[in-house]
């Protein structure tokens, strides 16, 4: 049985820097800086990282399909937020996946996603069970620099195995040459970058064209059948003459999105290939190249049932659920790239005990709470005792997951004395559909919007505190402000439990 891609999903945070605003900042240090000052790029929020990211992206794929039905999470980043703590462990409980499935992390090269697609599909072929592939990248650069202008963030998220698969995965080939284009080392925080024209010349140029020459070959592939060539790189006209090269129709260079995304890292490369499939049609061969100490290239044929897939949210509907962002400062702020005074109610302590952290993972990683099997009533969080009044049992709680439950907002408050990364900070009381009510705090919201109870909210996973002093971070199921967007209007959500 043929294996190939059976699902696809994508996620760019909602924030769009204006890069003229990031040019104002330093116009006076570096005017040369001009020509890159269009567009915009994706923005994380404070409480969102690889991680969130990489879950927002694979509950975006999974749509539709069995979660119970994986054998294993893969995770690529070169930005994860734990060195020593499995990230693809969190993704798969945030996903309330079973303890019996593998996790892998891939990381250090800007071919990471590339890598773990790649892997993927070679364990896929020898397996009767799908493989989640997820990607994420949230990148810190310095201010002033080229990549400041064309980084962006954001997650992609391939679900791979055999079946009714949307892509058939025809071959793939990678070259491996330790090429340093840049680098970061243990104890550094950003990229060093290399001469751009010489990263060209000699990097793109020459190795990207023997990893296609290779699996055309092998695959027997015309250049002139390529109909999407994805090759994701920020400098202009690369993947253009990279594809002139090649002898690929001018009309397969796929937009790098570089306009009103920027470069995902490593995780562009499946980025792009979401877009791709988003936009194919049936017979579409696509071309995926990635470029880091080498190059992976792979190539895939669209199916029929690309047409019969369940709508998501992808790539192009992320793009378009954006909110215009002009306060550069607040971007420096968010990314931790400025020392600000936060005053004393910041300087909380916010040790999490692991022990309590690992007892209630099922309610702050999972949001798992309780439904009685007596009565059926639904209760957040889980308790010994029914909360229907009319019930009362003992004992009959059963295991119900609401991270995927519509919830209700019965109530809010905008709180500029209680600390927060973007205050204010707003929180009140939420009711979901099946039962069940908490006070969580709101995520994302815009000021200028006007929050209406009755309003509909979509649980997300974000960040609920960091603690900088030990390097942990904590999670909850949060929301997505624009998980229930209807034409021409953004519904709000609610974030962490307070």
Known sequence: MEVGILAYGGYIPKSRLQRSEIFKAHAWVNPGLKGLSKGERSTANWD??????????????????????????????????????????????ALNLQSGIQTLDFSSSQRAGSAALVVALQVAAS???????????????????????????????????????????????????????????EHTSFDYSWEERWVRDEGYMKIVPAAIEALLDQTGVSPSDIATFCFPVAA????????????????????????????????????????????????????????????????????????SLPKRNGINGSLARR?????????LAHNKLITM??????????????????????????????????????????????????????????????????????SYTADRLTFSSDPPSYYGMVQFEEGGRLMSDFTDIDPDE???????????????????????RRYFLESDPNGLKSKGRITHGIRNQR
């Open 127 to 185: 397996s009767d069970k799908p493989i989640l592939a997820t990607s994420a990248e949230k990148r810190h650069t310095k201010a002033a620099s080229t990549l400041e202008f064309t980084s962006g963030d954001g997650a992609a998220a391939l679900l791979v195995g055999k079946g009714k698969i949307v892509a058939k995965f025809i071959g793939s080939h990678s070259e491996t040459v330790d090429f340093v284009d840049h680098f970061r080392s």
């Open 450 to 472: 006007e929050l209406t109870v009755g309003m509909k909210m979509r649980m997300v996973f974000r960040i609920k505190d960091y603690d900088d002093k030990r390097g942990f």
């Open 236 to 307: 202009r006209n690369i993947a253009a003459n990279l594809g002139k090269k090649m002898g690929f129709p001018e009309s397969s260079i796929a937009d790098n999105l570089q306009s009103n995304c920027g470069e995902t890292g490593s995780a562009h490369s499946m980025v792009m290939l979401v877009n791709a499939l988003e936009q194919a049609s049936p017979g579409d061969k696509i071309l995926v190249a990635s470029f880091g100490q080498g190059c992976d290239a792979l190539l895939f044929e669209v199916t029929d049932a690309i047409n």
């Open 48 to 93: 969102e990282d690889s991680v969130t990211m990489a879950v927002e992206a694979a509950r975006d794929c999974m749509t539709a399909h069995d979660r119970a039905s994986l054998s294993a999470v893969y995770m690529s980043s070169t930005t994860f937020p734990f060195v020593d703590r499995q990230n693809a462990g969190i993704v798969a409980d």
């Open 341 to 410: 005074e936060l005053g004393i109610r910041a300087e909380v302590d916010k040790n999490t005990g692991l022990t309590t952290h690992y007892r209630n993972r099922k309610m702050a990683q999972r949001m798992v709470g309780g439904k009685c099997s007596k009565c059926g009533t639904a209760q957040f969080p889980q308790s010994n005792m029914c909360v229907n009044e009319s019930c009362g049992e003992i004992g009959t709680q059963e295991d119900y997951p609401f991270a995927e439950r519509i919830a209700t907002m019965n």
């Open 323 to 331: 909110k215009v962002e002009t306060n550069y400062n607040r971007f």
